[in-house]
């Protein structure tokens, strides 16, 4: 059995959307949410959709055996949500391989320490198109993450992403969409970036009237052509 610690309002959240779909107005307690989902006729194989606040949703919980994770977020919104996701996976146990989705452009994402120290290596977040917010910490320590999967657009931003993928000591492939990213950030300890995620990066930089500083570790600077040095300058970029 996973473990872990879920906040009052999550749970809030997963009695609301029994009540949505089994059309009732029973008050649950948590030990009775498990047969009420089972009870549900299309089987409730799926709640995670009408959950809106995410905050420590799989906070240190143990997954044991099961090594991947699938869900689908947030679809039943249809106007405008600010979303926290703050320690959403934070300090999980097992799982090596998650897959976020949501297509739901309504969503407004707040994303600090979502996948913070966790034994992840892929993050798949190839269907997750949503507005992302705020996203400090959002990867910060998952030491062992090789993979983002998918093209994350930072367009959105309001907040500073500068250690979005601090200590991410072993990600080799990331990639962004191309001028979004107008922010300082650090790849400075992600030694092992594959030469397509580094131009991914680079492509990224948006153009920018106040100068900022994207960092990389000391193997990929020495990795980096002219072409690449002149482009990353042209945007007014600096590189630390």
């Avoid at 549900?40 to 606040?53: H, K, R, T």
């Avoid at 679809?75 to 897959?99: C, V």
């Amino acid at each position: 059995m996973a473990n872990g610690f879920i906040e009052k309002e999550v749970m809030q959240d997963i009695a609301n959307a029994i009540r949505e779909k089994n059309g009732s107005d029973t008050k649950y307690k948590a030990g009775e949410m498990g047969d009420a989902v089972r009870a549900i006729e299309s089987g409730g194989e799926d709640l995670f959709p009408y959950i809106g606040n995410l905050t420590k949703l799989f906070f240190n919980v143990d997954f044991g055996d099961r090594e991947e994770l699938e869900i689908t977020l947030m679809e039943h919104l249809h106007t405008m949500n600010n979303i926290e996701a703050t320690y959403f996976a934070t300090g999980t146990k097992g799982l090596r391989k998650i897959k976020v989705n949501c297509s739901n452009r309504n969503v407004i994402i707040n994303t600090p320490n979502m996948f913070n120290n966790t034994l992840l290596e892929e993050v798949d977040l190839s269907d997750f198109k949503v507005c992302y917010n705020n996203i400090s910490n959002m990867f910060v320590y998952a030491y062992y993450l090789k993979k983002i999967i998918g093209e994350l657009d930072f367009s959105t931003l309001t907040a500073n992403p500068t250690n979005t993928f601090y200590s991410c000591n072993a990600l080799e492939e990331v990639t962004l969409k191309k001028e979004t990213l107008s922010r300082g950030t650090t790849f400075a300890q992600s030694k092992n970036l594959s030469d397509r995620s580094i131009q991914s990066i680079i492509d990224g930089l948006a153009t920018v009237e106040t100068p900022q500083t994207i960092y990389f570790h000391s193997n990929v600077v020495m990795k980096l052509t002219e072409e690449q040095m002149v482009q990353i300058s042209d945007k007014n970029w600096n590189l630390g």
